[in-house]
């Protein structure tokens, strides 16, 4: 499929969701060669859901470049701060170390270690992080699963493009000393949430990325790299019919574009 055929059928697929409700935002940019193959309301402010955890945790590692926090310092989590929802802390609360609770909010998306982070760095931290670095969409209101802050009207919120620009920059390695970033990096090819973006994909590929999801929302957003083009993809849906809904549009519309790379990264 060549370059105009794959537009098509991405407006063609944008078309066809939004007759049944659905809203997209999509941006697919080469960070090589700053080729944007497709967008599509990608300033547009939406709910964040987990993808807010991105700049949270780069927040937390910028604390660490100025040398106010260390990638092993413990951070005492507590009983009363445990959520549900949490895979990971079960069995009580204690001290973890900084790099700990990071892998744990990015990878499994773990709602309490990302509270314990809020509640260390402190949202006006994180939002200033967010403004320093151009993120017009992009700011953190409330702690997760604070459902009655939702009720009084305050969400976290990002776009397709505020997070391009945060991942670009990790990319090439600005937005922190190299080290971090590849410590950023590192932790974001981990991602087990494999539903979105990677789920029509069979090849072994390595992904940096961040998945977030809410009630008929799905968002996946992060960097493919394949030998010699590494690209971003961002896709955004919200007011979906369902979450599969959203989560198989994902699937399709990054499997197009990760078989269009493919071939023309073989050639």
């Known amino acids: 499929m060549d370059r105009k055929d794959l537009q098509q059928v991405i407006k063609n697929e944008i078309v066809s969701v939004t007759k049944d409700g659905a809203e997209i935002s999509l941006l697919v940019k080469d960070f090589k060669t700053q080729d944007i193959l497709y967008s599509h309301e990608d300033t547009k402010e939406v709910v964040s859901a987990s993808i807010i955890k991105v700049p949270i945790m780069l927040t937390a590692l910028e604390q660490v470049q100025k040398g106010k926090l260390e990638l092993d310092s413990l ?6 701060g445990i959520l549900e929802d949490t895979e990971v802390f079960e069995y009580g609360g204690g ?21 314990c982070l809020i509640d260390l760095l402190s949202m006006e931290t994180i939002n200033t992080f967010c403004k320093k670095h151009s993120l017009k969409s992009t700011k953190l209101e409330r702690r997760m699963l604070d459902f009655q802050a939702v009720q009084e009207g305050r969400n976290n919120y ?8 945060l991942y670009e920059e990790l990319y090439n390695r600005t937005i922190l ?7 950023a990096l590192g932790i974001l090819k981990r991602q087990r949430h494999k539903q979105l973006s990677l789920r029509y994909i069979y090849d072994d590929i390595t992904v940096a990325h961040k998945t977030g999801s809410l009630d008929n929302l799905d968002h996946d957003a992060g960097i493919f790299y394949l030998p010699n083009i590494q690209y971003y993809f961002g896709a955004f849906v919200w007011n979906a019919p369902s979450n599969e809904y959203a989560s198989k549009w994902i699937g399709r ?15």
């Open 95 to 115: 001290k973890y170390t900084l790099e700990e609770l990071l892998v744990w909010m990015i990878i499994e998306s773990d709602n309490t270690a990302t509270n």
């Open 253 to 267: 519309i990054s499997k197009g574009i990760y078989e269009y790379y493919k071939t023309n990264n073989e050639r």
């Open 177 to 183: 000393t190299p080290d971090l970033c590849n410590t």
């Open 158 to 165: 990002t776009s397709a493009g505020d997070m391009a620009i």
């Open 75 to 80: 951070i005492e989590l507590k009983d009363a």
